[in-house]
């Protein structure tokens, strides 16, 4: 059946071998959008592309380990664990999917603009931008700082130098993103044009510097990648020397990126807010800005594959691809089926079975979204 993508919300754009690409590799992509308050699961099972939009509020950074997904919500961070053996008997949609996230717990962390997330040997670490700080995520406080620019002297909620992207090495924090070296309030926005910073976190030495609004660096292989959000393209750092290279140049304001074997997937997002976006380079291009995810292939720098959105999302924060899941589920945290979702490490049970009724007014959440027939 074909369908007019303008006339539904969260309309896709696939590229011609996205679905073959993500079949072949055996992944799925999560993303979050913060502006739509969504974080969304495109699939790739057997009748094509899927994506799947679930209500959080204002999600931004994910980070994923395994089993076990965490989300930056407006002011709390929501860990979610996957349970195949509930996914078997969903009541909205049995045996449609091989994973299901579910949540399993909320902590309770406020309103600290939390940016990047990852799981670490320590636990759960989060960028605190709105305290310009490294912190740790756990049930004892709001959250337990332990790192920040050495230039930032107070731990105030000033949001001083927009630190924002975190990159791990062997479970500990290595590498982190801001947009200005600043310790006002607020101090970076009159350079976030070319005042960027990429920082060593183990030896509070400046890295690269003079970059635009930069954000998601990680590490690769050894290679340090870091996202030049504000000229739409991703770098490769000399962690020596500091020098950079360009790997590709995107259409879109880069923010988010996953890596699976060769592949980058990079989270894009068109300028809307003039006060925050306004006077970068990107703006110069003379091409159109996209919403989506682009997929690069890392030895050639290449665009091969792409997700763009035609409407309702305008911009991506994060982006993760979920290994050996093809066709994953997620409930949301004002569904109806959470409750009745109970998962053991042996067993799993709906408390209530049979079919769900929708009432009238039903939310655009309550369906599964199947691309399959869709130009």
């Not at 309770?108 to 995520?137: K, P, Q």
């Not at 990126?257 to 980058?264: A, D, E, N, T, W």
């Amino acid at each position: 059946m074909q369908a007019d993508n303008k006339t539904y919300p969260f309309s896709l754009v696939p590229s011609s071998g996205i679905l073959s690409l993500l079949q072949s590799i055996g992944c799925s992509i999560a993303l979050s959008t913060y502006k739509a308050g969504k974080v969304i699961l495109v699939g790739c099972g057997n009748q094509g592309l899927s994506q799947l939009p679930r209500t959080f509020d204002k999600p931004m950074g994910m980070a994923v380990n395994g089993e076990r997904m965490a989300v930056a919500t407006r002011d709390q961070i929501v860990v979610l664990g996957n349970s195949p053996r509930l996914a078997v008997d969903y009541p909205k949609a049995p045996g449609k999917y091989d994973a299901l996230w579910v949540p399993r717990a909320t902590y309770f962390c406020g309103e600290v603009d939390a940016h990047d997330m990852a799981w670490g040997d320590e636990g759960l670490w989060a960028v605190n931008t709105r305290f310009s700080s490294l912190c740790l995520i756990n049930d004892g406080y709001s959250f337990v700082p332990r790192w920040h620019p050495p230039f930032v002297t107070d731990l105030v909620p000033d949001d001083r130098c927009h630190l924002n992207g975190l990159a791990m090495d062997s479970g500990r924090p290595a590498y982190v993103t801001m947009l200005g070296r600043s310790n006002e309030e607020k101090g970076w926005r009159p350079h976030k044009a070319d005042g960027g910073l990429l920082m060593d976190v183990q030896s509070n030495e400046v890295v690269a510097e003079g970059l635009s609004m930069p954000h998601s660096p990680r590490l690769i292989e050894g290679r340090l990648v870091v996202m030049n959000s504000g000229t739409g393209e991703v770098l490769e750092v000399d962690r020596r020397t500091g020098k950079t290279e360009t790997i590709t140049a995107l259409p879109g304001f880069l923010r988010g990126c996953s890596v699976f074997g060769q592949y980058l997937f990079v989270g894009l997002s068109k300028l809307r807010d003039q006060r925050v976006f306004g006077g970068l380079p990107l703006e110069e291009k003379d091409i159109p800005l996209q919403a989506g995810v682009a997929v690069v292939d890392m030895r050639s720098g290449d665009l091969v594959e792409s997700l763009f959105y035609q409407n309702t999302v305008e911009e991506i924060y994060d982006v993760h691809v979920l290994p050996g899941m093809k066709m994953p589920g997620i409930i949301g945290l004002d569904e109806r089926t959470q409750p009745d979702s109970l998962a053991t490490p042996e067993s799993a049970f709906w408390a209530s079975q049979g079919p769900q009724q929708h009432p009238p007014g039903k939310r655009f959440d309550d369906y599964d979204q199947d691309m399959s027939g869709w130009k």
